[in-house]
């Protein structure tokens, strides 16, 4: 029971407990010159990317995930013309924020190219706006980008990375931040997913003071279902440059949304940021 | 890897995955007259309960379910005195409902006093309110106790029951949620635990539609994650006899609560509450 062939599992060795999905088949696998790529036809999933042994997006449930790390970061800044996408190879995060009429420019910028290559194959839905002119598609460090980038030259950054082990390890520290501070107009927001409030309280915490150290004003977290990553429950972190740069919502533009969801909604924005009692306790402890 | 003795998994079949725990050691096995109980010592979520291979409780994660099945519905009815809550043998929705200084007497009505018996040994915690002269424990048919039950006898009924399958099933007809109409006050509520919206939403919509076939006037339904549920996001769902019976909040109240939580406050009573779009927009149609 729960083995290869019929099975993926991923352990989560830290927190003694492991999801398994079942498959039908493995579609393909490789080793780019970043980390270890799984495609599989999953029973009830849909088919599965992995990245390193860890499930990264089905199509059953990779809605959650991708609309709770664009939508509500969209709607806070007041006009977000300009976005970078870092990580996000499969394209699912950039489909969501081309959604918004607005975004004039969305540039992802991904390591690795293999991911974005099979994500056209394999996810073609999550790839359906990579021929948006407004789209640019890059295969590049993406520390390397914002250590290049020109100051103040982008509306709102969206790290949209693995875990903070492996490649994305850079993605999290004070270095980066302080480069996107630098790379994010005034009135600039970065969004960066923040792991699991059940796992991970205590890195959302040091997260929020790194942000607040390399010079971003003020945080706020953000909590979503994702049955798919560790706990089945995950948090997205948003920064603002300026102080009041994320009390804002464009309430009535998000109620009037052009464009179909599957979860998120103006209720949902609004309820998303409201922190369990504990946590939100620590939240405020730490200002 | 992911087998027993190390591991133990709750296989979803329907949904083609499946979640497991590290166990450390296996402290009891026994098979009452209703269901097959077990309780293992576990790497990290600490004593878990098992009822016919499905987790029930552990002592990580158990908190949001106890404190989201009890509160919302406490803080929503205006003056909350009589609670009953059929199920719910391992004590801890007891224990959270008698932190409520408004209740004079909660009722549990257990089919299996086995399961109480063990909660008393391996979950202490859950049990610490069972000795409050409030409390009434039973061992008997909920079903039975509710057709049997004075008319508008009662405020409250809590549904904390196993999945809609086995000793639990008749806790989800027509038949059942009549007596509940019949046995609740004019301004009474029913609240009962409803599964996963990820893979159970057409059971959310079924049960909503049978309470109004019932004689319920309105329905609400409220998310929260759940770790050790399946897809890890849990729902519960209130009826009210009143049409009006589910529009209340004593918000002040619940901000100014006289007890601890971890999860629930009075922003997470309202976040709760609200419905993922492509789910509301059901909801709506069906009403």
Redesign the interface.
Known sequence: ???APH?F?E?YP?????????VSEKLHEEQSPFQRIEIYE????GTLMVIDGCTMVSD??NYLYHEMMTHPALYTHPDPQTVWIIGGGDCGSLKEVLKHPEVGQAVQIDIDERVTRLAERYFPDLCSSNEDPRARLLFLDGIQWVREAAAESVDLIIVDSTDPVGPAEGLFNQAFYRECVRCLKPDGILAQQSES??FHADLILAMRATMQQAGFAATRTL?F???LYP???WSGTLASKSPTGLSGFREAAARDKPFE?????A??H???F?A???L?KRFHLAQ
Chains 1, 2 share one sequence.
């Open positions: 029971m729960l083995q099975w599992s352990v830290h927190h003694g407990s492991a999801f398994s999905l079942k999953t029973e009830w999933f059953r449930d409030p059940l909590f279902p994702q049955c706990s089945g429950w969801t599957l979860y998120y909604n209720d949902i609004t309820a998303a409201v369990p009692e504990a939100g």
